[in-house]
């Protein structure tokens, strides 16, 4: 679904990513790791156009893509929750939700049942504000409403960040429902470890802008991926 070749990326001056290869299948929850400060925020900044790359190929589906903005990359099935969050705290939660309308087809714009049947919680608090929801209900409308448009890639940055631990475990089972539908695929970033490699099927390790460590869950040992995103 997603492959990305030699990609790099520059704030200013200064290179942030160094050469990035990774590839992301449907089916399958893609997590990518590393220490605070190595890239990965930016990396998933790239992907969803937020901020262009450099340089390096990218292909969804298939199909290359040049250096488009994120409004393009959102038209093109790339579903991004960044790490913040980033929902409207004067829209009410069906506000927020329909947010995610932008890229639809008119006819199409409706919140899926589906959306309520993973998160109950948005449909008891459909009318309250944005800003009146804790952070783990805040989380969990975040990644509903990057599932509005039905992505064929959703790009999640640290869902787990500052969450309660029983909102954690819902929004395990949410990916894990996600992944199994097996028609998107999924780039997490995380660094609750035990939560990613649950979740993994397949991992890269970054360090200083680049992928230090890649492979399937089959090829990693536990303990070595423990060591490598350790360091």
Do not use: W
């Amino acid at each position: 679904m997603l492959k990305t070749t030699g990609l790099t990326l520059h704030y200013g001056g200064s290179q942030i990513l160094h050469g990035i290869d990774l590839e992301a299948r449907a089916g399958q929850v893609t997590c990518v790791m590393g220490t605070n400060g190595v890239g990965k925020t930016s990396l998933l900044k790239a992907i969803s156009g937020t901020h262009l790359r450099s340089g390096g190929a990218l292909e969804l589906d298939g199909a290359k893509v040049g250096r488009v903005p994120a409004q393009a990359m959102a038209r093109r099935g790339v579903g991004y929750v960044p790490q913040g969050r980033d929902i409207f705290p004067l829209l009410t939660v069906r506000e927020n939700l329909e947010t995610g309308y932008a890229c639809l087809p008119r006819g199409e714009r409706v919140v899926p049942d589906e959306i309520y049947e993973l998160f109950p919680v948005l449909k008891d608090m459909t009318g309250r504000r944005g800003g009146d929801l804790s952070g783990g209900q805040q989380q969990q409308l975040a990644i509903a409403r990057a599932m509005i448009p039905q992505p064929k890639l959703l790009l999640l940055d640290e869902p787990t960040e500052g969450i309660q631990p029983n909102i954690i475990q819902q929004i395990g089972r949410v990916i894990e429902y996600l992944r199994d539908q097996g028609r998107m695929a999924i780039v997490l970033v995380e660094q609750y470890f035990e939560f990613a490699y649950g979740l993994a099927d397949r991992f890269y390790v970054m360090e200083r802008g680049a992928v230090t460590v890649s492979g399937t869950k089959a090829e990693l040992p536990k303990e070595r991926l423990l060591q490598a995103v350790s360091v």
